[in-house]
Every structure is written in structure tokens, then in C-alpha cells.
């Protein structure tokens, strides 16, 4: 069975109102990307969008980029979605472009909910320093019930909603932050409880709720999560996914500055074949385009391995991505589910090194493998 197939899509390549107040009014990450340089010898910056600094909050904008996405394989978007204790961050490019374009009927939106801490990383001014922290990812429950409600009320509710037995699909990212802010596993599973019910009262037959697991977090002050299987169940998932390779490898055993992705995929399906075995609850394997958050670092700094985003280099090529497309096509065969997915890291990470959008020395190669290994 052809698997969904769903790429990331990182929402801060539009003006914020949050944005203006930290980084001055007009900042969006763009200007990280413009400013890019190579930092070694053979490293392939700044990369180079086709279609130029495009502003996501713009319908026809996200209009071409679904077409775009559609016609190459890619069944939907997975919204990087962005809520803290106030409310929502990011969000004009799902709100005002996305929500708002012309898409097929059968082009898919689902979340999921970067619950991480936000820290000033825009740009990383010391590879060996904490970097200011901008926004806590643990909220308690009076700001996850509003946070609930607004997802229902406005996402769940589009058409084009990713629906898994026709019960919305909504992913966590940090499983731990999220037992954080709402007071462990019993308050955790109390809220989550709650958001299948109101889901239910909305017209669904529940709530699909998928978790990312990964054991090796590269965000600054991530919380990994010691025994996935365990809180998997007290939690009362339905799936569990990977956000991105790099998640699934102790990145100091590869040569700085410069890596092998190939051995970093051999390392994420390793891990994947034990998420199989260990978890009670369907696993959905990723395939990520590569790996490059230097553009994230003071570009007039020394470049010296440090803390994310300092880190070991994986520029991939499309031979590279397609040869985990073809391990992630035989790994869904070695372990049918129902309703299978495949998620891609990413439509456009451009300051993470993982976009599948066309850049100027790729073109559309990257898209093109997809249509080849998952032909609809």
C-alpha cells in the first residue's frame, strides 16, 4: 500500500508580531539564509531558493507551493505549529496562506505541535554558550485547553484536515515538555483525555494522537524521553513518527566538519527497527533531505563544532535521498499498517539544510526521486 506521504513545512518565512519585537520590525528568517557563507571548504552556502524570498502568508503563494508539492507526490503538509502560554507564534502562513489557497481535494493539512522551548538562535552568536531563552514549550492546562480549542475549532474542521479513520490527526513533539507544563503523566493524560472529548463534540469519532519519539535531542534544553513504550501507553497514543534523521544519531562520532549522510540514515533506521518492536502503537518511518543549521550561526564567528546549531555538516544529494526513500519504502513493507505514512524532513528548512523546494544547484531533483520511488 502507497503510504501518505507528508513533508514538514517550517512556517517563519513571513513577517510575526513576535518576530518584530525580538529581531526588528520586518525580520523573518530570510535574512539568516541571505547571509549565509560557506564556513569550510566544499560547503555548499547559501543556498539559493528558485522561486526567491517568498512570503508564505501569501494564498497565491502557497497556492504554487501545494501544486507544486501535489504534482510531484507529496500528499499534504505537516504544519511545524507553534503555541506558547499566550497563544500562537508563526501562524500566517497556515492561517492567512495556507487555509486561504487553492489546493486539489485530496491535498492533505495536518499539525504538529512544536512544542519545544524557543530559544535566540537567529543567529547563534557562541557554540559553546546557552543561548537566550525567547518562549518556555510547557504550557499548563488553561493555555493547552485554548490552544485545544483553537485546533478543533479552526483546523480540524477544514476540509482538507488530514483525517486517520476519520478521526483528526494532531502530533506532539516533545512528549516530555508536554508532561512538564501539564504537572506528568496523570495531568498529561487528564488534558489529552479532555481533547478527544471535546474532538468527539465537535462531529469526529475521536482524536488521532501521534507522538514524535527520538532519544537524542539537538534543540538547546530539548527533554528526551527515556522509555517511549511506557508513556506511549499512559498516554494514550494512536501512532508515533520521527521529525529528522539527526534525531537518531550521536552526531560527535561523525568527522567535523563534514558527514556521510548515508551513515546517518543507517543509524535512524536502526533506531526505527526498535521503535517497531518496543512500541505498542504504529511507528511511521521519515526520510530527511539533509542537514546544514550553520546559516542559524554569526556567519563572521569561527567555525568550531559546538551546540546545536554549530554542528557537523550532511549535504545530501538526491542520490542520497533516494536511496532513503527506498530504504523507508522497503522498511513499510517489512512492517505493514494500517493507514501508512511517510514523513519528510522538509518543504523548506532552507536554515536547516532540508529543502525539498527547488534551489539553484539542485533544481527540482529532490522532488522528482519522490514521484519515482512513491508513484501514485
Not at 507528508?6 to 510575526?16: E, G, S, V
Not at 501562524?91 to 530559544?119: K, Q, S, T
Not at 508515533?240 to 535512524?268: F, K, M, N
Not at 527540482?364 to 520511488?373: A, G, P, S
Request: hydrophobic letters at 40%; one cysteine or more; proline letters at 8%.
Amino acid at each position: 500500500m502507497r503510504p501518505t506521504v507528508l513533508a514538514y513545512f517550517f512556517p517563519d518565512w513571513q513577517t510575526d508580531a513576535r518576530n518584530d519585537a525580538w529581531f526588528g520590525e520586518g525580520w523573518t528568517e530570510w535574512e539568516l539564509l541571505r547571509r549565509a557563507t560557506p564556513r569550510f571548504d566544499g560547503h555548499r552556502q547559501p543556498r539559493v531558493p528558485v522561486a526567491g524570498e517568498e512570503d508564505d502568508a501569501d494564498p497565491a503563494v502557497m497556492a504554487r507551493q501545494i501544486e507544486l508539492a501535489h504534482r510531484h507526490g507529496i500528499d499534504g503538509f505537516l504544519v511545524d505549529f507553534y503555541w506558547y502560554d499566550d497563544g500562537p507564534y508563526l501562524n500566517r502562513a497556515l492561517d492567512e496562506g495556507m487555509l486561504a489557497a487553492e489546493m486539489p481535494d485530496d491535498f492533505r493539512i495536518a499539525l504538529m505541535w512544536a512544542n519545544h522551548e524557543l530559544v535566540d538562535i537567529f543567529p547563534s552568536r557562541h557554540p559553546h554558550r546557552e543561548p537566550p531563552v525567547l518562549k518556555s514549550g510547557a504550557i499548563d492546562r488553561p493555555a493547552f485547553e485554548r490552544m485545544a480549542r483553537h485546533v478543533i475549532d479552526t483546523y480540524f474542521t477544514h476540509p482538507n484536515h488530514l483525517l486517520i479513520d476519520g478521526k483528526p490527526f494532531f502530533s506532539v513533539y516533545e512528549v516530555g515538555t508536554l508532561l512538564e507544563g501539564l504537572g506528568g503523566v496523570e495531568g498529561a493524560r487528564d488534558a489529552l483525555d479532555w481533547f478527544r472529548r471535546e474532538t468527539i463534540a465537535a462531529g469526529f469519532p475521536g482524536l488521532h494522537l501521534d507522538m514524535v519519539v527520538w532519544g537524542f535531542g539537538v534543540l538547546p534544553t530539548a527533554v528526551t524521553v527515556a522509555d517511549p513504550a511506557t508513556l506511549m501507553r499512559a498516554l494514550g497514543a494512536d501512532s508515533a513518527t520521527s521529525y529528522v534523521w539527526i534525531h537518531h544519531t550521536a552526531t560527535e562520532r561523525h568527522p567535523w566538519p563534514l558527514g556521510d549522510w548515508c551513515d546517518v540514515q543507517r543509524d535512524a533506521f536502526d533506531a526505527y527497527e526498535g521503535y517497531v518492536e518496543a512500541l505498542p502503537v504504529p511507528f511511521h518511518p521519515n526520510v530527511s533531505v539533509g542537514w546544514d543549521p550553520s546559516p542559524r550561526t554569526v556567519q563572521s564567528a569561527e567555525w568550531e563544532d559546538g551546540t546545536y546549531p554549530w554542528m557537523t555538516v550532511f549535504d545530501a544529494s538526491p542520490d542520497d535521498f533516494r536511496q532513503g526513500l527506498l530504504t523507508a519504502r522497503q522498511f513499510l513493507a517489512d512492517h505493514p499498517v494500517t493507514s501508512p505514512l511517510l514523513t519528510i524532513n522538509a518543504w523548506n528548512e532552507w536554515t536547516e539544510g532540508a529543502a525539498l523546494l527547488p534551489d539553484t544547484h539542485f533544481g527540482t531533483r529532490f522532488l522528482e526521486t519522490i514521484t519515482e520511488v512513491f508513484p501514485r
